[in-house]
Structure formats: structure tokens, C-alpha cells
């Protein structure tokens, strides 16, 4: 379990009134090596290194899964068509959101002249199983080890026309997930002028049904 109230540089930045809601989403990016986390701290009183806090692994908050694509188009401060499948990398598996009312879908690629990228899919309300048509989506961008990432800020700028579950082949507690979505405003970038617009978005992913459970809901990860 990842404890989002470990110690981070990210907490430490001033930010404005208008980004403080958006504190989960600073731990999220520290949390996939967003400027977080050092070999080790400057030497304390006995001259020798205190080691700092080890952030959570991309590789332990992505579990790889059989099954996850995601092609989208993305313009504004990235320039890209992006076509991220297992068969190029593994991608991450889903889960229910922390509030339990819809699902994250998580996705790693590389982005030519950019480095790695991270996007994150809030979809919902929306139960385990259930399909539905336009489903409104706050998405979530990061690039890893730059400490840039980009927000929604919201769940009313985009959504899927469709999204449909079924039972997974090999689980009888996951399900696939199908969809196909669009922005119609960009994500913004946290502390900067700089905007991601992801215009559309086709995916597939493997979600496990059972619920993830946050003490609290204050320090849950982005939706």
C-alpha cells in the first residue's frame, strides 16, 4: 500500500490559492519520480549521508498487465500520436478509484523528444462491470523526472462517448475495459502557463473490481 503522506520535496514548493486543491496530484508525480526523492541528503551533524525517504517504484504503483493499450492525440505544449501498447511496454493495470465511485486507468510510454510520460484516466461514476456512454473523465499528465505535469482540474472537460467491461478472461475479479474518449479544454500545468491538450483517447485496460480503501480522502491520489 502506498502511503501518500510520506515526506516529499514536492510539499515543500509555495503554491497559490488556486493549486491547493490539486495537492494529491503533487504526490502523484513524486510518487512516479517527478523531482522526488535522492540518492541521499546532504551530510548531517556526524559528516555522514542520511539517506532519504525511498518513494514508492513506478513499477510498484504500475502492476504490468496482459492486456492495456492507449493511441491518443495529444497538441499544445506536447506535440505527439501516441501508440502505447504490452506490445511495445507493459502497461498498468486499473483499479477502482480511491472514493470508490469510478475507475483509474494508468498509462506509461515514451514520447519522442519529450522522455517518459505518464497519464492518468479518472473515469466515472461508475460501478465495476457496468458499461455506460458519456462518462465524464479527469486525466492527468506527468513527466517523469522533470517535476512537469499537467491537470484537468475537473472532471467536465473531458469524458468517454463510450465505455464498456466486460469479465476478464483469466479473472473472476477483473474485468477489460474498453473506450473511447475525447478534451474538449486542455490540461493545464501545475505552476506554469503550459497546456496539454489531449484531444482524444481510445483505450483498453485490465481493472480489478475490488474497491481500494483510503483512511483520508484528503491525501487520496488524483482521480
Request: charged residues 25%; contains cysteine.
Amino acid at each position: 500500500m502506498v502511503n501518500w503522506q510520506e515526506p516529499c520535496s514536492c510539499r515543500r514548493v509555495h503554491r497559490p490559492d488556486r493549486t491547493r486543491r490539486l495537492g494529491p496530484v503533487f504526490l502523484l508525480a513524486c510518487s512516479f519520480g517527478a523531482g522526488c526523492g535522492r540518492a541521499a541528503d546532504p551530510a548531517g551533524p556526524t559528516g555522514a549521508p542520511s539517506p532519504s525517504p525511498t518513494p514508492a517504484s513506478p513499477e510498484a504503483l504500475c502492476a504490468a498487465a496482459a492486456t492495456g493499450s492507449l493511441q491518443a492525440r495529444l497538441s499544445g505544449a506536447i506535440e505527439a500520436e501516441i501508440d502505447w501498447s504490452e506490445r511495445s511496454e507493459p502497461q498498468c493495470r486499473g483499479s477502482v478509484r480511491p472514493t470508490g465511485d469510478g475507475l483509474r486507468l494508468v498509462y506509461r510510454g515514451t514520447v519522442p523528444d519529450v522522455g517518459p510520460v505518464l497519464i492518468v484516466l479518472g473515469a466515472g461514476p461508475l460501478r465495476p462491470g457496468e458499461s455506460a456512454r458519456n462518462v465524464p473523465v479527469n486525466l492527468t499528465l506527468v513527466r517523469e523526472g522533470s517535476g512537469e505535469f499537467f491537470a484537468t482540474q475537473g472532471d467536465d472537460k473531458c469524458a468517454f462517448d463510450e465505455l464498456r467491461q466486460v469479465p476478464a478472461d483469466d479473472s473472476a475479479t477483473a474485468y477489460r475495459v474498453e473506450g473511447r474518449g475525447y478534451c474538449t479544454q486542455p490540461a493545464r500545468a501545475v505552476g506554469g502557463d503550459r497546456a496539454v491538450l489531449v484531444s482524444r483517447f481510445d483505450v483498453t485496460a485490465i481493472v480489478d473490481e475490488l474497491e481500494e480503501k483510503t483512511a483520508d480522502p484528503a491525501q487520496a491520489p488524483p482521480r
